[in-house]
């Protein structure tokens, strides 16, 4: 334990721990925020939460939670497998099948635990059966600026629950350049064996870059590798990206269904923290079998199901976002209004989506930035200041208006002309 304080305690003096504020309440983008050094409280304005279409506080949102309490409880105390699995699984299911058209979709708690349940199923097809052998290695590929729920499976990848429980195959992982495809070809190209199943990963959008996967010229590269599986991690793109929020598919025109007329396989992983104001993952396919493989993984078997409440207001979320595809518009036109704000008043904001990454000068701590752009002028942002480019990373929702979006970026002039005084050369 005395190295753990040692290591806290340098941790503290050189500044890298984040300033931690406590929610006492919120109405619309306005939060009554606690510090917790200090206890002082006050209502900001708020750019940082995920909540992307404003349906945390949807009325219809809250009342299937409520209702969904009084129906089944607030737990269902056990894994899906077993005695855990209730209807609403079933209709969410259905309803996620829908929404990305592909038609097999298995729940779970979270993305870290559903992308760990795909490595075991996919790597190592979860637990050994008698009378049947696996033989044949994985490769996978990996974009270098993946989330870091995909980094801690793909780590894992090869010494999990195969590797624990019976004879499992190699599983060989290469990253490629970030969104570069010349790369992932060369890759492919020079790490692909012939009997390889092979999977590439990837962010439909990159959380701290707020850029694209260019999904169109991976299906290219991978119709090379026939039965190649991608598998598109649909965090910060759904409700986000396409007319009506579908994602990365819808984006750039496609489906699907596009991918596996290639010889592709198609995965997407949908998680309900941002768009569907819940909690909770899931993934889809088109291969009937993966379903029941990903319910007995070792992840999925040793864990209770989704709870009743967070079911439910991912379900009444989604069927939302179908019935009003004007939230997802009128997101796409507060990205396109603040992106143009920002770079108006010389602030380099990166990538082309909702997830706004400004990147300030070297001279300037995001940390410091953000704090007295809080204390200031009560508009709250998120710092990050502990990757190769430090950044304040701002996230646009549909509720944000004009005049709440100008009201930060003028802000940001006001912090950026205290705190920054570059030097001039003679």
Not at 56 to 80: C, R
Not at 184 to 200: C, E, F, G
Not at 237 to 266: C, D, K, M, N, W
């Amino acid at each position: 334990m005395q190295v753990i304080k040692e290591y806290v305690q340098r941790w503290y003096e050189s500044g890298l721990d984040p300033d931690e504020y406590i929610c006492h309440g919120k109405q619309g983008n306005l939060v009554e925020i606690e510090e917790a050094d200090t206890g002082k409280r006050r209502t900001v304005l708020t750019f940082c939460t995920n909540d992307v279409l404003g349906l945390v506080q949807n009325e219809a949102v809250q009342k299937a939670a409520i209702d969904a309490i009084l129906k089944y409880g607030t737990s269902n105390s056990s894994t899906s497998v077993l005695s855990g699995r209730i209807d609403l699984h079933r209709q969410l299911e259905d309803e996620i099948s829908a929404f990305k058209h592909l038609p097999y979709t298995q729940l779970f708690l979270n993305a870290w635990m559903a992308m760990q349940a795909l490595m075991d199923a996919f790597c190592h097809l979860a637990i050994p059966v008698p009378g049947f052998q696996h033989t044949r290695e994985t490769l996978i590929l990996t974009d270098v600026l993946n989330h870091g729920c995909i980094v801690s499976a793909i780590a894992n990848a090869g010494t999990r629950s195969g590797k624990l429980f019976g004879h499992s195959p190699r599983v060989r992982v290469r990253a490629y350049r970030h969104c570069d495809m010349e790369d992932l070809s060369r890759k492919l190209q020079r790490y692909a064996r012939p009997d390889d199943r092979i999977l590439v990963v990837s962010d439909a959008v990159f959380s701290m870059d707020g850029d694209i996967a260019p999904l169109p010229d991976m299906l290219s590269i991978m119709q090379n590798y026939e039965g190649s599986v991608l598998l598109m991690d649909e965090a910060h793109a759904s409700g986000a990206l396409g007319a009506t929020g579908r994602g990365i598919y819808e984006h750039f025109g496609l489906l699907p269904q596009q991918a596996i007329e290639r010889g592709v396989v198609p995965l997407i992983m949908t998680t309900f923290s941002k768009f569907a104001a819940s909690a909770g993952a899931a993934i889809s396919s088109h291969v009937a079998e993966l379903k029941p493989l990903l319910n007995v993984s070792p992840t999925s078997i040793g864990t209770i199901s989704l709870p009743p409440p967070t079911t439910a207001a991912a379900l009444e979320s989604i069927r939302q976002v179908v019935k009003t595809p004007e939230l997802v518009e009128r997101l796409q036109e507060n990205t396109q209004y603040l992106r143009s704000r920002l770079e108006e008043n010389d602030f380099m904001a990166i990538g082309e989506t909702n997830v706004l990454p400004v990147l300030l000068p070297p001279e300037l701590n995001p940390k410091i930035f953000a704090r007295k752009l809080m204390n200031d002028h009560g508009v709250w942002v998120s710092p990050i200041w502990f990757i190769a480019k430090p950044r304040v990373r701002i996230t646009v929702n549909s509720l944000h208006t004009r005049e709440e979006m100008d009201r930060l970026v003028t802000s940001m002039v006001a912090t950026r002309e205290v705190l920054y005084k570059p030097t001039i050369s003679a």
